[in-house]
């Protein structure tokens, strides 16, 4: 057996190692505390099962005194303990093993406890004491011993956001000075002391006069000897390391791109909290954390106003923490995910765990969209106004489209009248039956094509429902050139139509279906190349109001069916940037000011939310990446939990350096790879 192990002094590091590593799925994960925890209280309960209350405390506190004041005994325990505990180790990991992980071994004692692990072949130390890691050397010189360096460990403070989630300091809101935290913190530290002392004077009252106060004495001892003002700021900077706490941060040298303000040059921007405080040349003033952007973009955070989390229902294919992850690997700070889930968010109670789940992984901002139908069966509307309360940031039945044109009609109308809107998914079932583009590709793969119709009558009918009730209509991933001109001729009338199109459809056609296979099968399905053109059009005219990613995960079981069976869709968060670049800028298609239109600004106005733009006193939702990067994508890369892309093995150019949300650095791409440090 290939095992690894990771030790460090503290148990906090214990638990925030084998949290991130538990969401691999090709890892497992041994807690040697654990096993230990579970054989020190199965062998108290084994002397203690037939005895009373009287009797446990008594053998508890004997026991304890036997083990731990007697050498001999003590010896006695300890051997007895390691014997148990290799037992458990070695069923837990070939239990591990037979299920195809990778096991990884973490346990803080590491050091005192080497030789119970045979078959270990690496150490990574936690630590940076020189005399513990001699001493495990000279225990097991076949080791290979391996340092995480301070920049890896603090890079893990910033991953994980839930080591420090018991906290008594956690009702503190995020909001206000330092000083303003400090405050709040003390006053939360000294009620909680007050409470504590009240409780043990209420216990030592019902034992009656008699009984001596030493014990409280003591207590009050030790809460003088504590220094409040040192634990908290020791708290202060961990939360603030993390992310966990609003800091003061300078970006350098970068250069700023906005297309409401029309900037385009080289400057600094100082956050304070969560907005932008400043933006000028050579800001000279303190900040916690100092970036430097030489060489890089900033643009508004990018705001994906089509994706699919999975979650409810599907979570084998993606979470919505997994899915926040990716689009803020890929520089988004905004997603807004689509109800195409089980159950669909068809109520206001299932609306609303979707948004609190999302509050809860605090990574970017998820504005999910109400279905428009109940169950997206087409049968019959939700309650507009119930979801509109509840927090849905539109209404769409995308994945199905609402087929009866009457139901459509009505929801249009009374979206707009509550000032949101309905996304459309254009596909007349009729003529939409097939795997990929009806053409020459699909007849040398002896499958049935999508006929571009599919798409087309039904975009004209959404556009025929805007112009006639004179109400606003959303089109959803656009792909052909009749759409595109449908909708450009529509606009042209005053009509209140919108429309977004994906990366997806401006760099492949239905050749790449050839390359990739069901990778490069989506709904709507890749076109030819007159449509890939006019979609190029349409973004440099103004048709297109938005380009989306339409993520779409599933696992590698479902994309590796026959081309006919296998589901539409692919992710799309971590790619769609280097796409941009690549085939609209690089071209000379789209300019810088022009992507941020599409990608930010004109999002941020659809969903009518203040973001989209970089500006003095606006809330600080930022992307940061280097336009000249160039690196090939591969599937190790990929951070969402499905793998199907068909950018992987391709060569890409841009890459995202930093995103930052509501003031906080949420993504830093890092040099030294540490999940890969972990698990290779």
């Known amino acids: 057996m290939k095992l690894m192990g990771i030790t460090g002094k503290s148990g906090a590091w214990k638990t925030t190692f084998s949290n991130i590593l538990a969401q691999n799925e090709d890892v497992g994960v041994i807690h040697i505390d654990d096993l230990l925890r579970e054989i020190k209280l199965k062998y108290f309960k084994s002397l203690m099962q037939n005895s009373n209350k009287g009797e446990k405390t008594k053998v508890n506190s004997g026991l304890k005194m036997l083990i731990y004041k007697n050498r001999i005994v003590f010896n006695l325990f300890m051997k007895f303990r390691a014997k148990l505990l290799k037992k458990r180790i070695d069923s837990k990991i070939q239990e591990l093993q037979d299920r195809g992980k990778k096991v990884i071994i973490i346990d803080d004692i590491f050091i005192k406890s080497l030789h119970i692990y045979d078959d270990l072949e690496k150490v990574l130390l936690v630590e940076r004491s ?191 923490e997994t899915g926040a992850k990716s689009a803020v690997c890929g520089g988004f700070t905004t997603i807004c995910p689509m109800p195409n889930t089980k159950p669909t968010p068809d109520s206001a109670i299932i609306l609303q765990k979707i948004i609190k789940e999302g509050k809860r992984v605090n990574l970017c901002n998820i504005l999910p969209f109400a279905s428009v139908s109940k169950g997206e069966k087409g049968e019959e509307l939700v309650n507009f106004d119930e979801l509109k309360n509840a927090g849905a940031i539109g209404f769409s039945d995308d994945g199905m489209p609402v087929v009866n044109s009457r139901m459509m009609r009505e929801a249009m109308i009374k979206a707009d009248s509550l000032g949101s809107f309905v996304s459309s998914h254009c596909e007349e079932k009729s003529v939409s039956s097939g795997a990929i583009n009806a053409g020459k590709v699909a007849d040398s793969l002896g499958v049935e094509g999508v006929l571009p119709e599919a798409e087309e009558i039904m975009a004209a009918r959404e556009i025929v429902i805007s112009e006639t009730n004179n109400v606003r209509g959303h089109i959803c991933h656009i792909s052909t050139k009749t759409s595109k001109n449908m909708i450009r001729d529509a606009k042209k009338r005053g009509v209140k139509i919108t429309c977004e199109t994906c990366p997806h459809y401006f760099t492949f056609t239905v050749d790449e279906v050839l390359n990739s296979g069901a990778n490069a099968k989506m709904n709507p399905p890749l076109r030819e ?152």
């Open 130 to 320: 020189y005399v513990n890691r001699k001493q495990a050397l000279r225990d097991r010189d076949d080791l290979t011993l391996q340092d995480i360096v301070a920049s890896d460990i603090a890079h893990f403070k910033g991953i994980y956001k839930d080591t420090h989630k018991n906290s008594k300091i956690e009702n503190i809101t995020n909001k206000g000075s330092k000083e303003e935290l400090f405050i709040k913190a003390k006053e939360i530290y000294e009620k909680y002391c007050i409470s504590q002392k009240s409780k043990f004077r209420r216990s030592v009252s019902n034992k009656g006069d008699n009984c001596e106060p030493k014990n409280l004495k003591r207590k009050e001892r030790r809460k003088k000897d504590i220094s409040i003002e040192k634990w908290f700021l020791k708290w202060y900077y961990i939360e603030k390391v993390r992310g966990g706490i609003f800091m003061k941060i300078l970006l350098k040298n970068g250069r700023l791109i906005d297309y409401k303000t029309k900037t385009d040059e080289v400057t600094d921007i100082l956050i304070n909290d969560n907005k932008i405080e400043k933006i000028a040349k050579d800001i000279n003033e303190k900040a916690d954390r100092i970036i430097d952007c030489t060489n890089l973009n900033i643009i508004p955070g990018m705001i994906d106003m089509h994706c699919h989390l999975r979650e409810p229902g599907f979570e084998y294919k993606e979470t919505i």
């Open 529 to 680: 190349e007159k449509d890939r053109q006019a979609i190029i059009e349409g973004l440099k005219e103004g048709t297109i109001d938005a380009i989306i990613t339409d993520h779409a995960p599933h696992s590698e079981e479902e994309k590796n069916r026959d081309l006919s069976k296998a589901p539409n869709g692919i992710i799309g968060f971590e790619t769609a940037l280097s796409a941009e670049i690549m085939n609209l800028v690089d071209t000379g298609d789209l300019s810088y000011l022009d992507l941020v239109r599409v990608t930010s600004y004109n999002p941020a106005k659809l969903l009518k939310i203040d973001r989209g733009t970089i500006e003095e006193g606006k809330v600080a939702d930022i992307t940061i990446f280097d336009p000249n990067e160039r690196y090939t994508y591969t599937k190790d890369m990929i951070v969402s939990k499905s793998k199907n892309s068909p950018f992987i093995g391709k060569e890409l150019k841009g890459k995202v350096k930093y995103t930052i949300v509501n003031g906080k650095v949420v993504y830093a791409e890092r040099k030294a790879n540490i999940w890969m440090l972990l698990i290779d």
